[in-house]
C-alpha cells in the first residue's frame, strides 16, 4: 500500500515488477532450503527456523520503513474510523471454513468439503450484506466493480493458486514419486527460479508490446500446456529436460504473475487503494493456502485415477498434473472478457 501510494500509474508496472521476484522466489528457493534443513536436522527445524527470521524482520521493519501518517499525503490526519469488528469475524470465519473445506479435498471426505463450502459462502455473503450498511466498512466493496480489478483477483486468485501449488507438485513428484531426497528434489526445483529471475528484465517490455489481456491469455494456456507436459515426465527422464520444462514454467509464470499484480490496480481511484489492497492481500494470502490443498487434492485424485496396479509409484503423481493444468485454464474466461487496451496506462513508458 506504501508502494501504491508513492507512484504515478504510470510508474505502477515498473513497481509492480521489483515487488513480484521475492514473491516469486520464495515458494522455489524454499524447497531447496527445506530439503537441506530436513535431510540434515530433521522436520521440526522447517518450523522453528522462523522464529529468528521473524524477530530479525521486525527488527528491520522498525529500523527502515518511514513513520508516514495513513493518507501518505503529508498532511494531518483525523486517523482511520472504528474497526469493523463484526465483519472482520465474518470475513476470518468465511476465511476459515474455505480453506477447511478444500483442505478436507485431500481425505476428510465429500460432506467436510461441502460444510466447509457453504459455510464459507454464507459468512462472505452475511459479511458483504454488512459491509455495505457501515459506515466505516472494514473495505469498500466497490473495487469489485472495477474490471480489471476482477479480473486481477478472482480470476488471478485461481492463477496464484495454481503456480503456489506447481512447486509443491514437483517436490512431490520428485521425492514420493521418483524416489528422490528431499535436498535433491529441492534442488532441482530451483530451476524455476532460474527462470523467474531470467526472464524478469523482458517481463515489462512484454507486457507494454503484447498488452495485458494477450499476455494473460497466453501465460495461462503456456502455463497449463506446461503443467500438463509433466504427465509424460517419468524417473528415467533426462535431468536436463526436466530442468528446462521448469526454466520454461517458471519464467511464463513470472510474466502472468506480474501481469495480474499489476492490472489489478491500473484502474483504482486513490480513495479506494486501502480497500483495493486489503482485498488484493486477502486473496493472495488465501489463493496460496488454498494452492498447497489443491495440490494435496490433486495428487489424491491422480493415485485415484492411476489404481491400485498401475505402472509405477510415480503415475499418480504424474496424473495430478493433469487435475492442474485443467484449473489452471479456468482464468482464460474473465482474460478473454478484458478489453484488447484493458490497463495500457499502466504500461506506458
Not at 80 to 101: E, I, N, Q, Y
Not at 249 to 259: E, H, K, L, N, T
Request: glycine content about 10%.
Amino acid at each position: 500500500l506504501a508502494v501504491l501510494r508513492a507512484v504515478r500509474k504510470t510508474d505502477l508496472l515498473a513497481a509492480i515488477a521489483y515487488l513480484t521476484w521475492p514473491a516469486l522466489a520464495a515458494p522455489v528457493v524454499a524447497p531447496v532450503i527445506g530439503g537441506v534443513i530436513t535431510d540434515a536436522l530433521g522436520w521440526r527445524w522447517i518450523f522453528l527456523v522462523n522464529v529468528p527470521i521473524g524477530i530479525a524482520l521486525a527488527a528491520g521493519g522498525l529500523a527502515v520503513v518511514p513513520r508516514a501518517d495513513p493518507a501518505g499525503s503529508g498532511a494531518p490526519s483525523s486517523g482511520p474510523g472504528p474497526l469493523d469488528w463484526r465483519s472482520l469475524a465474518m470475513v476470518s470465519g468465511a476465511v476459515v471454513c474455505l480453506t477447511g473445506g478444500v483442505e478436507a479435498m485431500a481425505g476428510s471426505g465429500w460432506p467436510a468439503v461441502a460444510a466447509g463450502l457453504v459455510a464459507a459462502c454464507a459468512l462472505g455473503s452475511a459479511a458483504a450484506r454488512s459491509m455495505r450498511t457501515r459506515a466505516h466498512p472494514l473495505f469498500e466493496l466497490e473495487c469489485l466493480r472495477v474490471q480489471t480489478f476482477r479480473a486481477g483477483n478472482i480470476s488471478g486468485a485461481v492463477y496464484r493458486m495454481m503456480i503456489s501449488a506447481a512447486p509443491f507438485l514437483f517436490t512431490l513428484l520428485f521425492q514420493a514419486g521418483f524416489g528422490w531426497s528431499a535436498a535433491r528434489a529441492g534442488a532441482v526445483v530451483t530451476a524455476v527460479f532460474v527462470g523467474n529471475l531470467a526472464v524478469k528484465p523482458a517481463t515489462s517490455p512484454l507486457i507494454r508490446w503484447l498488452g495485458f489481456r494477450r499476455v494473460l491469455v497466453w501465460s495461462n494456456i503456456i502455463g497449463a500446456g506446461l503443467l500438463a507436459a509433466f504427465c509424460t515426465v517419468g524417473p528415467h527422464t533426462p535431468v536436463p529436460v526436466i530442468m528446462t520444462l521448469l526454466v520454461l514454467s517458471g519464467a511464463f509464470r513470472s510474466i502472468g504473475f506480474s501481469a495480474y499484480n499489476t492490472i489489478q490496480f491500473a484502474d483504482i481511484p486513490e480513495r479506494l487503494l486501502a480497500s483495493a489492497n486489503t482485498l488484493s492481500s486477502t486473496a493472495q494470502q488465501v489463493a496460496t493456502a488454498l494452492g498447497v490443498a489443491v495440490a494435496a487434492a490433486a495428487v489424491r485424485i491422480g493415485i485415484a485415477a492411476a489404481g491400485p496396479a498401475h505402472a509405477g509409484p510415480d503415475l499418480g503423481y504424474r496424473l495430478a498434473f493433469v487435475v492442474a493444468a485443467a484449473i489452471m485454464l479456468i482464468p482464460l474466461a474473465s482474460a478473454f472478457r478484458l478489453p484488447s487496451a484493458a490497463g495500457a496506462h499502466a504500461a506506458q513508458r
